[in-house]
């Protein structure tokens, strides 16, 4: 039975198709349009999944959705009617919108696709928590759902058995986690829904000390982890923005402007915004064990990306064991309505295997052969050196010991908003200068960014710290969604008095000072042999060479980008930076043997694409 998934309309559009109960394709249509975060109909990921499995809309069973329309209306209805005669212009626009399009999705799916099958609408936190509980390695779990808003719930606790997933609590519109974080996302001057991750980045080079000032006034927070927030500061239930005039007030000052300096305010604010949001998640993460006496918990929503969260919940050992989706935003919920309807709807058995989870480390999208490859590049006359793979690996290894930047192309693409290796860009981890040379030489963006290290799962322990799980042989981080310190063995000695603010990237930590940031901490992927071949032979090679079984891992992409998708999608982001070489597949490229690099306005056309 194939179950077709999709996400769609609001951010991260996404399509993903399901095998009895098995995902074989899943990818964002972003990865195709170039239009980072796209929210349209995801035409060019579905036509991917198809062509993926070789089969035709007429083969599809059923085609799930990953909200119930209606319902998410009926809040917008209910919420503008609450704040008369607020919000009358956010209203009107909101309106054309959802009379357009957004209330009719089953007519947009039969008529884009001309399917006349069975059309299931999944509510949009059932996706979130089925994404999670689903494919992780559990037979019964604790689930804890956190993002901006579904219909109406913004938090909900769940708890999954067998085939079954079941609602147990949840905190309702307006007051939101997400959109409390989303906020001060806006306020620091960094965009909503793609900002987040700069702003959690940010916290470390300040202090929260506005912590006190943010419970005392924005949000009231219970025990168990419920709360409420105080809407007379915020403006994102009715208007254009995010915060409102007596939110500046409070603070003292108006919203950053985007690309403005960031000040000592805008590090204190991410700094105590972080803090406020892991002392809610840790309150609703022992509430949720108190209630349900699982030992696993299983995580989704955007939310479940905040990465220095998530080690802390781990680290509070909780839960004995965690498992997060790592398409954890609106994109997982097509994995997670097609894989509630077989489950839950069907009541088909759970496939599981312990310590292993079914979503094959993630890479999910399209594989281009060697083939393919050779074909692109001889039409655009790229010169380039094919190698075998062994041979290909060890020449990268000696190519990245020598100080050079790799981008990286190679096996299928990932789902979600990390690159694990597949579509990277490398770097070695050991250098002083590699992380403000790729922030400002590569990637286009901040300097105060940090990169995450990637590392042989085997060496995980003797580099990084994740405290009591160094006994458990089975944990591993294959999804760069924990954050550890680095090990005391690798720390150097720490000046942290000399430096402040964005002048602590000066302070050289440890041995690895490329993937470490400011606070000791690293976002880090572990990845073994059975996960990702390629980019683990390379790690085994660095390692015997350099005795560093660690590399710099970012997405192969500039800022404001999505991930490439494609080799012509690698070519042109490898031409437009200062990247050294490109690997794609087993083809090895040097940027001093390309010809001189001039972009069109239409470069579909300049690479002589279909």
């Known amino acids: 039975m194939y179950i077709l998934g999709i996400s769609a309309f609001y951010h991260d559009s996404s399509a993903c198709l399901v095998k009895d109960g098995q995902i074989l394709f899943a990818i964002q249509e972003e990865r195709f349009t170039r239009i980072k975060h796209d929210q349209s109909f995801p035409m060019n990921a579905i036509k991917a999944c198809l062509n993926g499995a070789n089969i035709s809309i007429g083969d599809i069973d059923c085609i799930t959705y990953y909200e119930d329309p209606k319902k998410k209306f009926s809040r ?3 919420t503008y009617i609450s704040e008369i005669p607020k919000g009358y212009k956010s ?3 909101a309106m054309r919108l959802w009379i357009n399009g957004k209330l009719w999705i089953k007519k947009i799916i039969r008529k884009r696709l001309g399917f006349k099958g069975e059309i299931i609408f999944v509510n ?4 979130h928590a089925a994404s999670a509980f689903y494919p992780s390695p559990f037979k019964s779990s604790a689930i804890l759902v956190m993002d901006g ?4 719930d913004t938090t909900s606790l769940w708890v999954g058995k067998s085939n079954k997933i079941k609602k147990l609590d949840s905190i309702k519109f307006p007051h939101s986690l997400g959109l409390l974080y989303s906020a001060f996302t806006y ?3 960094f965009k909503v829904n793609s900002g987040e991750y700069k702003l959690m980045g940010l916290a470390p080079y300040g202090k929260p000390i506005y912590k006190e000032l943010i419970l005392d006034n924005l949000i009231d927070l219970k025990e168990d982890g419920s ?17 409102n005039k007596n939110f500046s007030e409070l603070f003292g000052r108006k919203p950053r402007e985007p690309e403005s300096k960031i000040t000592k305010l805008d590090m204190d604010i991410a700094a105590s915004i972080q803090k406020v949001t892991e002392d809610i998640i840790l309150k609703l993460v022992k509430h949720l064990k108190k209630i349900t006496e699982e030992d696993n918990l299983c995580l989704a929503g955007g939310v479940a990306l905040n990465c220095v969260a998530n080690g802390k919940i781990l680290k509070s050992q909780i839960f004995k064991k965690i498992w997060i989706q790592p398409a954890s935003g609106d994109a997982g919920g097509s994995i997670g309505s ?8 069907l009541n088909n058995d759970l496939k599981y295997v312990e310590n292993s989870d079914s979503q094959g480390g993630s890479l999910l999208g399209a594989e281009y052969s060697n083939h393919e490859i050779k074909e692109y590049i001889e039409k655009n006359d790229i010169k380039y050196n094919f190698l075998k793979p062994k041979e290909l690996t060890k020449k990268v290894a000696n190519l990245l010991n020598q100080g050079n930047v790799i981008g990286w192309f190679n096996g299928r693409m990932e789902f979600g908003p990390r690159a694990l290796g597949s579509r990277s860009i490398l770097g070695d981890p050991r250098s002083k200068t590699m992380q403000s040379q790729m922030n400002l030489k590569i990637k286009y963006r901040e300097s105060f960014r940090p990169f995450a290290p990637i590392v042989i799962k085997d060496k995980l322990f003797e580099w990084f710290d994740f405290g009591e799980y160094k006994l ?7 999804y760069m969604l924990l954050v550890g310190n680095v090990t005391s063995s690798k720390k150097l000695n720490e000046d942290n008095k000399r430096y402040a603010g964005l002048e602590k990237l000066k302070n050289i930590k440890s041995d690895i000072p490329a993937v470490t940031h400011v606070d000791g901490s690293a976002r880090i992927q572990s990845v073994d042999q059975n996960t990702n071949r390629p980019i683990y032979d390379l790690l085994i090679d660095f390692y015997k060479l350099t005795g560093c079984p660690v590399l710099i891992n970012t997405s192969f992409n500039v800022r404001g980008e999505p991930i490439v998708e494609s080799p012509a999608d690698a070519y042109r982001c490898f031409m437009r930076t200062e990247m050294d070489y490109l690997v794609l597949g087993d083809f090895l490229i040097s940027k001093n043997n390309q010809p001189n690099y001039i972009e069109s306005k239409d470069w579909m056309k300049e690479f002589k694409l279909d």
């Not at 949009?124 to 996706?127: E, F, I, R």
Request: aromatic share 26%; no cysteine; glycine share 6%.
């Open 338 to 345: 097609s894989l509630y309807y077989w489950y839950d709807t």
């Open 76 to 78: 917008l209805i209910k």
């Open 472 to 478: 458990d042989n089975s944990f591993q981080s294959p």
């Open 227 to 243: 709360f409420k927030l105080n809407m007379k500061y915020f403006n994102y239930a009715s208007g254009f923005t995010m915060t």
């Open 149 to 152: 808003v579904g219909e109406y």
């Open 187 to 189: 306020y620091t001057g």
């Open 124 to 127: 949009h936190h059932k996706s």
């Open 91 to 93: 209203f009107l626009r």
